[in-house]
């Protein structure tokens, strides 16, 4: 039987497709798993780390013996920390009944530890109170590095982290950013290895979590009708659109060191073209995933400023209220030219992908909320119907669309004929559309995440060779862009972002969806 929610294609039952399993087999049991949340103060903590805790202890996919200590600089009680974080906590919608009790016991699983990034004494102490929690069971480990990266290496040090528990594993996940450049990258990674072994670095990129992402490798390579078609042959461009409706609200000093690209292109948009794009896999496993991935980033050409656009938002006024600019957050450089929007256009030079253009847009205080990929299709050749649909054959393309936030769906675009006896023809949907399918709610990626690095899988964490390829990429432009203090082009807050984006999906005969 699968000893986890996340087995991979295994041959299921239809009784069993819609049946959760649970994460830990008995024996597993009688070990105990302590995790810890440095920056347990922080923002990332109480809006993601503790709620998707709770979420896996509500699906009962936490061990039974586990503890979690919450450890920052701050001063807090356990009791203050408990009130902290249930105020972030909800429970799923179709169980509702038992939640409150649940939440109370949840809560009383919850400590914390007030301490120095930089204190072996204060690491040791949090060390004694975790040893007091595992009463000499075989002990495991995880630690959540939800803290700047510029002390990640402290914490690591000062906790000992590489052989923190005698008895069981170590894991550490580590947030993002990861570095700001090929150079910096890797010299992160280089002190992590000083301490720490690869497999017990877990990188998370939270968007390799999300539901429609992990579906990406299903639909693909579980369903013949896509596969034929996933390249060249038939796919004359691919979309990567991420799009918020609102600023850089209250991370505009983080944001402006980094800026867009750095942000959600290098990472969340490039691994999910890495995971659209990669051959096939040997098989499920962690690695051999990881190796197409990295195979696939390598064979791709480093960005060029000549297809790259940038912009920043501007203050707008609309129905009497005015949507501050980026650079009116006080946090913020007012000559600051720092992209809160790009949009580029990428090349994998290989066999399955030569020439197809794999275009990328990324934008903060755009018109709308939303993640997707597009996949557009090639015309059908002497296209017998060009008739019905006049000169404007783009529009009878078929079109792949993954929206994978918010409202998550899959739909193909298909060309149909008018019901009547008339022959003039129709763009319609086939449309799963989740929330009509399922009724059950979809786990937040942290909580698949969490679940996976206490289940040892590796599969959606950045190896440290696919985060090299990641930066050699997008280096040298982000050198460029900084050295020639490229200025960007301004758009009003809410808008649809620079018209520059549209010109550059032109140059390559597409148009955004
Ligand atoms: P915060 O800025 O809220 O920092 C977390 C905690 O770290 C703070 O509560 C504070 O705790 C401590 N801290 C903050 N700045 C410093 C400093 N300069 N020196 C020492 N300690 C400091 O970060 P977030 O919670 O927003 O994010 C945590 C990590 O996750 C970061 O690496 C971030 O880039 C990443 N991330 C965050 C996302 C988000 O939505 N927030 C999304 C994706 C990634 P105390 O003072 O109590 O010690
Ligand atoms: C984070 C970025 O990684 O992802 C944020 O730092 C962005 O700027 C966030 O807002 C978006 O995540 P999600 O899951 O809300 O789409």
Same mark, same amino acid.
Not at 52 to 73: S, V
Not at 450 to 461: M, T, Y
């Given at each position: 039987?699968?000893?986890? *929610? ?5 041959? !299921? ?24 949340? !440095? ?17 896996? =202890?509500?699906?009962? +996919? ?16 356990? %009791? &203050?920390?408990? $009130? ?13 009944? $038992? ?10 699983? +919850? ?18 109170? *975790? ?14 590095l ?6 990640f290496i402290?914490?690591v040090k000062?906790?000992?982290l590489s052989a ?6 170590t894991r550490v996940?580590v947030?993002?950013?990861f570095g700001?450049?090929?150079?910096s990258s890797a010299a992160l990674t280089r002190s992590l290895k000083q301490y720490l072994t690869e497999d017990q670095i877990f990188r ?9 992402? @992990?579906? #990406? ?31 850089? &609200? ?7 060191? =980094? ?17 659209? %794009?990669?051959? /096939? ?27 790259? !656009? ?27 030219? /720092?992209? /809160?929007?790009? %949009? ?27 993640? @997707? ?47 009547? *006896? ?9 449309? #799963?559309?989740?929330? %009509? ?9 942290? @909580? ?14 950045i190896r440290s060779d696919?985060l090299d ?19 960007? @082009? ?24």
């Open positions: 039987p699968p000893k986890s *929610l996340k087995d991979g294609i295994l041959p !299921v039952i239809p009784s069993q497709l819609h049946e959760d399993v649970p994460a830990f087999s008995p024996a597993d049991k009688e070990s105990s798993v302590s995790i810890t949340v !440095v920056g347990a103060s922080g923002d990332l903590a109480k809006k993601k780390i503790f709620p998707a805790l709770f979420a896996l =202890y509500y699906e009962d +996919c936490l061990p039974k013996h586990f503890t979690i200590f919450g450890y920052a600089r701050s001063k807090m009680t356990d %009791a &203050e920390l408990r $009130n902290m974080v249930s105020k972030t906590l909800t429970c799923r919608i179709d169980k509702r009944e $038992n939640c409150s009790d649940k939440m109370e016991q949840f809560l009383q699983r +919850c400590f914390y530890h007030s301490g120095q990034y930089d204190s072996e004494e204060n690491f040791a102490e949090l060390d004694r109170k *975790l040893k007091q929690h595992e009463a000499g069971r075989s002990s495991n480990r995880l630690f959540y939800s803290i700047p990266p510029n002390i402290n914490v000062s906790a000992s923190s528990s005698s008895s069981g594993w996940i947030e993002k950013p700001r450049d090929s150079e998370i990129d939270h968007y390799l979590g999300k539901e429609l992402v @992990e579906n #990406l490798s299903v639909l693909r390579f579980s369903n013949l009708v896509f596969e034929p078609l996933w390249s060249r042959q038939y796919i004359r461009n691919v979309q990567l659109i991420f799009s918020e409706d609102f600023g850089t &609200e209250g991370r505009g000093g983080y944001f402006d060191n =980094y800026g867009i690209i750095r942000d959600i292109m290098q990472n969340h948009l490039l691994q999910i073209l890495a995971l659209f %794009a990669m051959e /096939t896999p040997v098989s499920l496993d962690a690695e051999d995933i990881r190796n197409e991935k990295v195979k696939v980033l390598r064979s791709m050409r480093p960005l060029q400023l000549e297809n790259v !656009v940038v912009g920043q938002y501007k203050s707008h006024t609309k129905g009497g209220v005015t949507y501050p600019g980026y650079i009116d957050d006080k946090t913020v450089p007012s000559d600051s030219v /720092t992209p /809160t929007f790009a %949009a580029a256009a990428l090349f994998i030079d290989n066999a399955r992908w030569d020439g197809v253009p794999f275009l990328m847009k990324a934008g903060k205080a755009l018109h709308n909320k939303r993640a @997707e990929i597009r996949v557009q299709f090639r015309h059908v050749p002497g296209n017998l119907y060009k008739r019905s649909f006049g000169t404007d054959l783009d529009r009878a393309t078929n079109e792949l669309v993954i929206r994978v936030q918010p409202d998550e769906a899959i739909y193909l675009k298909i060309n149909n004929k008018v019901p009547g *006896l008339g022959m003039r023809l129709d763009r319609s949907n086939l449309n #799963l559309h989740y929330a %009509a399918r399922y009724s059950k709610e979809i786990p937040d990626a942290y @909580e698949r995440l969490l679940l996976d690095a206490i289940e040892g899988e590796r599969r959606l964490f696919e390829a990641a930066w050699d990429l997008f280096t040298p432009l982000l050198k460029e862009l900084e050295e020639k203090k490229i200025a960007p @082009e301004l758009y009003p807050y809410g808008s649809r972002g620079p018209v520059g984006a549209h010109y550059l999906a032109a140059k390559y005969n597409v148009r955004w969806g």
